[in-house]
């Protein structure tokens, strides 16, 4: 039985080995709660998030005091725009987001509206990019914060985060980057690109599950946000609970490690993705979702015109792993809402399949992934009475389906 090839590195990342090596300690000899401040279990557990606190702050140039430490992205999405929302109530109640974002921040923000706060969502256009006119016209009095994300998870499209900074800070107003597809993989620096607020999460950038962070900016301007979870004050209060202390030095070292190695991690999986892209374009109506031009390394997106995604999945789903659609929302087999918000339709986006590349992913499975889901699309093709159509020449937009 063949190993079966895992490219969907954007739904979760493996735990790099020099990470589980870091954590190990700290289930055993070293267990103490960094919170205890009587005795050298808890000194050596402090130590152990001082240090993680250092290498994850040293990752996206922030200062370590900036690093607020949650169970993930999910945790930081909330506690950033929820925090926001309640602590700068007197300044104002609007909030700016985009359609594209992930379920953590758009869910997030249809609570804030049950609040009684307002919130505008951006539209995309086909490329997956924001008008930054119309970030501009949408801002108002009212405005406190704008919620946009670094890249997407489903496209691997990056939004100009630098220029989205700049009119924030024109504005006054607050930038948060849901940062989680970004961190690690590209360089990110929260001063240079006018970031107040950031989230992102070690399952994606091979470190453990169920650890992430907030980064709140401490000067130019002082960022505070008002706590989600209440109790011992942990985190500058920000975030209370007892720390993850194994999660937080394993992220730690995963933060190091992609410091030192995602330049060279990048170069060699936009080979490998542009390579997987070239050979799947050899078939016919194969279409790559999402602009080409600013996109993360290791992602595509791509849309078998004709063919049904999870019924091409199953053709390799014994020795690949990948995404259709929507990762997150695939069980309901809903097409992706983030594919139709670039303006693909129903066919298109039931039709996409998100390959997702990695730090371990090698140059022989890209090859033998090509090669499956080749055949896979030959195949479903040959047996679909559409693709005859359209070999036919038959316009199938023209066409009135008996169910209609
Ligand atoms: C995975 C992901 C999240 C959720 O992260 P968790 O750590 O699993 O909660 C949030 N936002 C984006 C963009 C993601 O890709």
């Not at 801002?139 to 670094?150: A, C, E, F, G, P």
Request: aromatic letters at 6%.
């Amino acid at each position: 039985m063949k190993k079966l090839i895992y490219l969907d590195n954007n739904s979760t990342t493996p735990t790099d080995p020099r990470v589980v090596e870091t954590m190990i300690p700290y289930f055993y000899e070293k267990h103490g709660n960094a919170a205890s401040r009587s005795h050298k279990y808890g000194w050596e557990a402090e130590e152990a998030v001082d240090y993680a606190r250092e290498q994850v702050a040293q990752l996206i140039g922030a200062d370590p005091k900036e690093i607020i430490f949650t169970s993930g992205a999910t945790e930081a999405d909330n506690l950033a725009i929820k925090g926001v929302f309640e602590m700068y109530a007197r300044k104002g109640n609007h909030i700016i987001t985009v359609t594209t974002e992930h379920k953590a921040v758009l869910d997030t923000c249809k609570k804030i509206e049950k609040l009684g706060g307002e919130v505008t969502y951006l539209e995309v256009n086909d490329k997956g990019l924001i008008d930054l006119d119309e970030l501009r016209a949408a801002i108002k009095k009212n405005t406190i914060l704008v919620s946009i994300m670094w890249a997407n998870n489903e496209t691997g499209v990056i939004q100009p985060v630098k220029e989205i900074g700049k009119i924030c800070e024109e504005n006054g107003v607050l930038f948060f980057s849901d940062a989680t597809q970004a961190v690690g993989k590209i360089p990110v620096d929260v001063i240079e690109n006018g970031i107040h607020l950031m989230a992102f999460t070690g399952h994606k950038m091979y470190g453990p599950k169920g650890v992430g962070a907030l980064y709140v900016r401490r000067k130019k301007p002082r960022v505070k946000v008002t706590a989600q979870l209440d109790g011992g004050g942990h985190e500058r209060g920000m975030r209370s609970g007892t720390l993850n202390v194994p999660a937080i030095a394993g992220f730690g070292k995963a933060a190091e490690l992609c410091r030192l190695e995602m330049e060279q991690d990048a170069k060699r999986l936009s080979v490998l993705r542009d390579h997987l892209e070239a050979e799947f374009n050899k078939l016919e109506e194969v279409y790559v979702n999402g602009t080409t031009e600013a996109r993360m390394p290791h992602v595509a997106n791509i849309s078998f015109k004709h063919v049904e995604g999870e019924g091409l999945m199953m053709t390799f789903n014994q020795n690949v792993a990948v995404s259709s659609g929507s990762a997150c929302t695939s069980a309901s087999l809903e097409p992706s809402y983030v594919l139709k918000a670039l303006g693909l339709g129903d066919d298109l986006a039931h039709s996409s399949i998100r390959f997702s590349l990695g730090r371990f992913t090698t140059k022989e499975e890209v090859d033998q992934a090509i090669e499956l889901v080749s055949n896979g699309v030959q195949h479903m093709r040959d047996l679909s009475p559409i693709w005859e159509m359209y070999k036919e020449g038959i316009d199938l937009d023209a066409v009135e389906w008996s169910e209609h």
